[in-house]
């Protein structure tokens, strides 16, 4: 079918311009990363039938090849604090936000994206401004219009890190002073200015690692996948924990979003 190979082909296209774009990526490693991007853009392609009447006034079937647009965002809607100052709260989660070639570029790239600003007891992070890799930057803001659109509030971007969550040798040395990455918290006892938070995981909870989800308060438990956005109301409502990471590492985009406009 030539609309299908036509569509395959201007996906490669993508792929290499949107590769091309990022420096410091192994030449070798380009096939991989468009061949992912390929078949995240397969995995959407469908056909789309619409109907005509012809010259006789029959109705003929156009077929068509299109590609869906990525899965829509789930809400588990939750009352608000008193000091909740925007938009509805709860919880959204989507899959698929990140492309495969996005996971496959900010997963094997983030030893070195996030060498460590910090270091707290197996997690490692560095701040978004930090980040030498353009595709954070384009998923961070991708994670914002998702986030506000989802919780019907105007947000800008207050806040980010990419985190690796190593699983610790054993005996490992611990400064004590260290707070442990697995401490329950609510994000806006962090800072005030956090309205909602986001995370975008890079690795599949029980098969890249063992441990590492994402705990709230109530039980709710979300298991990092590959692509996958959650993003929630950083108040009281959505206290929430990192579980140990047993094994393997994780890499995590957290950012953070106020809906206070800068002057
Ligand atoms: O990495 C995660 O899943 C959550 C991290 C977190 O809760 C935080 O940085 O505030
Ligand atoms: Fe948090």
Redesign the pocket.
Same mark, same amino acid.
């Given at each position: 079918d030539d609309s299908l190979q036509q569509l395959v082909e201007d996906l490669r296209q993508e792929a290499r311009e949107e590769f091309e774009s990022i420096k410091g990526i192994d030449a070798s490693e380009l096939d991989g990363y468009v061949d992912a991007f390929v078949a995240d853009g397969l995995s959407r392609i469908t056909r789309r039938v619409s109907m005509e009447l012809d010259d006789d006034g029959e109705a003929q079937a156009q077929f068509e090849w299109v590609q869906r647009e990525r899965r829509p965002t789930v809400v588990a809607p939750l009352p608000c604090p008193d000091t909740h100052r925007c938009g509805v709260c709860g919880r959204a989660s989507s899959r698929h936000v990140a492309s495969p070639f996005e996971v496959a570029l900010i997963s094997n790239n983030a030893e070195e994206a996030a060498p460590g600003l910090f270091h707290q007891r197996g997690k490692t992070a560095r701040a978004l401004e930090d980040v030498q890799l353009p595709a954070v930057m384009s998923l961070a803001r991708r994670a914002l219009t998702i986030t506000g659109t989802t919780f019907n509030a105007s947000l800008t971007l207050a806040g980010g +890190?990419l985190?690796r969550?190593a699983a610790e040798p054993d005996g490992a040395l611990q400064a004590p002073s260290q707070k442990p990455?697995w401490e329950a !918290?609510v994000?806006q006892d962090?800072k005030q200015a956090y309205d909602y938070?986001a +995370?975008v995981y890079f690795e599949d909870g029980g098969v890249d690692f063992e441990g590492g989800a +994402?705990i709230f308060e109530d039980g709710e438990t979300i298991l990092?996948r590959r692509g996958r956005l959650v993003a929630f109301s950083s108040g009281p409502e959505n206290g !929430?924990?990192?579980a140990r990471v047993e094994r393997g590492a994780r890499t /995590?985009l /957290?950012l953070w979003f106020t809906c206070v406009q800068p002057e």
């Amino acid at each position: 079918d030539d609309s299908l190979q036509q569509l395959v082909e201007d996906l490669r296209q993508e792929a290499r311009e949107e590769f091309e774009s990022i420096k410091g990526i192994d030449a070798s490693e380009l096939d991989g990363y468009v061949d992912a991007f390929v078949a995240d853009g397969l995995s959407r392609i469908t056909r789309r039938v619409s109907m005509e009447l012809d010259d006789d006034g029959e109705a003929q079937a156009q077929f068509e090849w299109v590609q869906r647009e990525r899965r829509p965002t789930v809400v588990a809607p939750l009352p608000c604090p008193d000091t909740h100052r925007c938009g509805v709260c709860g919880r959204a989660s989507s899959r698929h936000v990140a492309s495969p070639f996005e996971v496959a570029l900010i997963s094997n790239n983030a030893e070195e994206a996030a060498p460590g600003l910090f270091h707290q007891r197996g997690k490692t992070a560095r701040a978004l401004e930090d980040v030498q890799l353009p595709a954070v930057m384009s998923l961070a803001r991708r994670a914002l219009t998702i986030t506000g659109t989802t919780f019907n509030a105007s947000l800008t971007l207050a806040g980010g +890190l990419l985190t690796r969550i190593a699983a610790e040798p054993d005996g490992a040395l611990q400064a004590p002073s260290q707070k442990p990455y697995w401490e329950a !918290h609510v994000d806006q006892d962090n800072k005030q200015a956090y309205d909602y938070s986001a +995370l975008v995981y890079f690795e599949d909870g029980g098969v890249d690692f063992e441990g590492g989800a +994402l705990i709230f308060e109530d039980g709710e438990t979300i298991l990092p996948r590959r692509g996958r956005l959650v993003a929630f109301s950083s108040g009281p409502e959505n206290g !929430h924990r990192v579980a140990r990471v047993e094994r393997g590492a994780r890499t /995590a985009l /957290a950012l953070w979003f106020t809906c206070v406009q800068p002057e």
